[in-house]
């Protein structure tokens, strides 16, 4: 009788168990439709004197977005940067193509709740942290890494 109950038990704190992890848990397709409200044009507000700068980005599918990110000064393009949000296997990268680098640079998903994402790539000279946070009709978007940190702001220029 003994043995009976201790497999009952055994077995419900399995089911229990199981449950709450495959329930408890978002998947990877859920985590990236948390990244949706980043779609849209956005301008950037702190640039420097005389700069000007936003970001772009677009839903390809629902895997992956893509964004570009301009600065420049007066009417001439000074940097430009091709962004992508996608899911590889079973994770989700923030993957950086400057011009002129020697190639893309992937950044994995660390962290998401609902207003906030942090990619982070340890390996990478700078930045090893690309976090963005959306507040309202507003987005930051910090990257950091070796001691240094730079922030650019944006508003949404979409109608």
Not at 10 to 29: D, H, L, R, Y
Not at 32 to 41: E, M
Not at 46 to 69: A, D, H, R
Not at 73 to 94: N, T
Request: charged letters at 20%; a positive charge; one cysteine or more.
């Amino acid at each position: 009788m003994k043995i009976q109950r201790f497999s009952l038990l055994i077995s419900v704190m399995f089911i229990f168990g199981f449950s709450n992890m495959v329930c408890g848990q978002e998947n990877t397709a859920q985590k990236f439709k948390r990244l949706h409200w980043l779609i849209g044009k956005w301008q950037r507000t702190n640039s420097k004197p005389g700069q000007s700068g936003y970001e772009n980005w677009s839903k390809v599918s629902n895997t992956k977005f893509t964004g570009k990110g301009v600065t420049l000064k007066g009417k001439e393009i000074v940097f430009v940067e091709e962004l992508e949000l996608s899911i590889k296997g079973g994770d989700i990268f923030y993957t950086v193509t400057v011009t002129g680098d020697s190639g893309p640079v992937n950044f994995k998903l660390t962290s998401i709740s609902k207003d906030a994402f942090v990619c982070e790539n340890p390996e990478h000279d700078f930045p090893k942290k690309i976090a963005y946070t959306r507040k309202g009709g507003t987005v930051k978007a910090i990257v950091s890494g070796n001691g240094q940190t730079l922030d650019y702001e944006f508003i949404s220029s979409a109608p």
